[in-house]
Nanobody
Framework: QVQIVESGGGLVQPGGSLRLSCAAS????????MAWFRQTPGKEREFVAH????????YYAESVLGRFTISRDNAKNTVWLLMNSLKPEDTAVYYC?????????????????WGQGTQVTVSS
């Protein structure tokens, strides 16, 4: 049974940091590119960051470039998103997703598996 579980969300002050974790099971993480998306009420799910199967390549949304870092450890079936210099506009539910496409994609509809999300709130 495929399962993706995010954790690590919470309340943080502007300028602070959080590290989100994504634990995958039921499929071989080596065969999937992984990504983080985020969503706020009334808006479409927004691409945040992508990491290739081997971890050799990453890609970020312009809004988080230089502040967020995506990484993975296939042996631990885990993906992380380190978020630094957080801003109130980063407040959202963050989702981890997997896809087996042989290209980098930022389109949510091309992702096969999703977690349930973890809330990140940036506020003073």
């Amino acid at each position: 049974q495929v399962q993706i579980v995010e954790s690590g969300g919470g309340l943080v002050q502007p300028g602070g940091s959080l590290r989100l974790s994504c634990a995958a099971s039921g499929f071989s993480l080596d065969d999937y590119a992984m990504a983080w998306f985020r969503q706020t009420p009334g808006k479409e799910r927004e691409f945040v960051a992508h990491i290739w199967r081997s971890g050799s390549s990453t890609y970020y949304a312009e809004s988080v470039l230089g502040r967020f870092t995506i990484s993975r450890d296939n042996a631990k079936n885990t993906v992380w998103l380190l978020m630094n210099s957080l801003k109130p506009e980063d407040t959202a539910v963050y989702y981890c997703a997997a896809n087996d496409r042989p290209w980098t994609t930022t389109m949510a509809k091309e992702y096969d598996y999703w977690g349930q999300g973890t809330q990140v709130t940036v506020s003073s």
